[in-house]
């Protein structure tokens, strides 16, 4: 009996090796051999697109920051960032806009790979100075997020033409400025992107003023960061 026992287990263990040996020396030699059907799922994964639509390139811009320091695109290369216009002494939207952008710089404090650009459509005003002041007034802390000034002209035709983001002089406005309220969202490779709404449509902006405006930012700022 014990002969008969023996003898089946040594045909269970030949046709082992007859059919998965071949497999094991085969991944081996492909460095391969951790892999499996289901391990693949997992080990292999590598983060894809995300379904966030490409709208285009952001404009090309060179500016100087709070710190005095000049910032262009390529300061914002590889990272996901965030626009907005804004002036230091508007006295209707902008307050919101700087605390619910606050709001998303402390969601991701300590990335090194997102930023904020902040540009002030006031340049005249809005000195080197007085945006460093406005910087600490508003609770900047990153080191990514760069409050601009420059040419007043030059900075319209970023708003108004290169991002398509309303912004103008208007003495019968509050401040003497008017401007929106929309957060424009970069991936690493420069490009504007965006979610469509309900019906399919690519929303192009975020809403800065409102609540849902910045959750659904938020929310896409962590998708574009596993890209």
């Known amino acids: 009996m014990k002969n008969k026992s023996y003898i ?12 998965f040996i071949p497999k094991i020396v085969n991944r081996i030699k492909n460095n391969t051999v951790v892999q499996g ?3 693949d799922a997992v080990s292999n ?32 290369k590889g990272k996901v960032y965030v626009v907005e216009f804004f002036f230091s002494t508007c006295p209707s939207i902008c307050p919101i806009m700087n605390r619910n952008m606050a709001e998303i710089q402390n ?12 540009i002030t459509i006031n340049p ?23 409050l601009m000034t420059g040419d007043k002209e030059y900075i319209y035709s970023i708003s108004n033409k290169g991002f398509n983001i309303y912004a103008g ?5 509050a401040g003497g400025f008017e401007h929106s309220g929309l957060f424009a969202l970069i991936d690493k490779k420069g490009n504007i992107r965006c979610r469509k709404d309900k019906f399919g449509n690519p929303i192009m ?22 890209e």
């Open 8 to 19: 089946g287990l040594s045909f269970i263990v030949l046709i082992f090796g007859i059919i």
């Open 124 to 146: 005249e005003y809005d000195t080197v100075e007085v945006l460093k002041e406005h910087a600490e007034h508003i609770g900047v802390k990153s080191s990514n997020w760069h």
């Open 169 to 173: 002089q208007n003495g019968k406005a």
């Open 107 to 118: 969601k991701f404090f300590g990335n090194p790979n997102f930023g904020i650009a902040s």
């Open 37 to 39: 059907e289901r391990i």
């Open 205 to 226: 902006y975020y809403d800065g003023l409102e609540k849902v405006g910045v959750k659904a930012i938020i929310e896409d700022i962590k998708k574009l960061l596993n």
């Open 45 to 76: 994964h590598k983060n894809s697109e995300s379904d966030l639509l490409t709208i285009g390139k952001a404009p090309q811009f060179e500016l100087t920051d709070h710190n005095g320091n000049k910032i262009t695109n390529e300061t914002y």
